[in-house]
């Protein structure tokens, strides 16, 4: 097979003309947020140079300090994005779902590369990428579960008053709302699954043909991948809920909300 095409600068740069197409459609529509979209925009391509000099001096130079440093970083930027959208809950809450996106996340990254790819757990070739779709993917998943259960108890909070002070006990309250969020949050990966290799190739399959490696291998890479990312995303998010939810009570049955 043949190896990958580079893109020349002058030729990337082309890429930004269709963000016109959006800035044009923004304004027809009247949607206020075309500054959103530079900064976006920008930002994004910052990050992802300085995310690509990074990696290459890693992959170049490859050190295990540097490389779990990366992985570090990585998990904790991806707590402090979800927190950070959430900051009145309790401390404990909080600490619950910091804990929920570390451990899973970084117990599946080591299971995939440690048994099912059988390669080092230092190696950054394989511990950065499968480390950053997978926490990425934890992030997101998790975000959208917080972000529906709270948003599901601030709509029926004058309903869980009115159950309480008839005798229904708090878990049995809270507990619908969980399993509710769970689902909000699984949907959007398991319908991911539902159009793989029909509607979409995915990136890290894409990524790997276009390098060269033959599709089967590609496929059974993105097969695992995507379990992994399942799984994280249910672990962390049923994790960040399931023990989360407990500290909006005392002991005497009552709301701390």
Known sequence: MKGIVEIQIGQFFLIYLLLLVVLLIMKRCQISQSKLLIVASIRMTVQLTLA????????????????LSYVALMTAFSIVRVLGKHKDLNARFRLVIGLSIALPGLAVMAFFIGIVVGESLLNPQYVIPVAG?????????????????????????????????????PQQILLPFVRKALETALLPTLNSMLGLGIVALPGMMTGQILSGTLPT???????????AICTVVCLSTFSSLYFGYHTLYNKRNQFLL
Do not use: D
């Open 52 to 67: 690509g000099l990074v990696l290459t001096y890693l992959f170049e130079n490859p050190h295990p300090a540097a490389t």
């Open 133 to 169: 779709m997978i926490l990425g993917n934890t992030m997101t998943g998790t975000a959208l579960g917080i972000k529906s259960f709270r948003e599901s108890l601030a709509g029926q909070r004058a309903r869980m008053m009115a159950l309480l002070n008839l005798g229904v006990r």
């Open 217 to 227: 291998t590609a496929i059974l890479y993105q097969i695992a991948i995507m379990i």
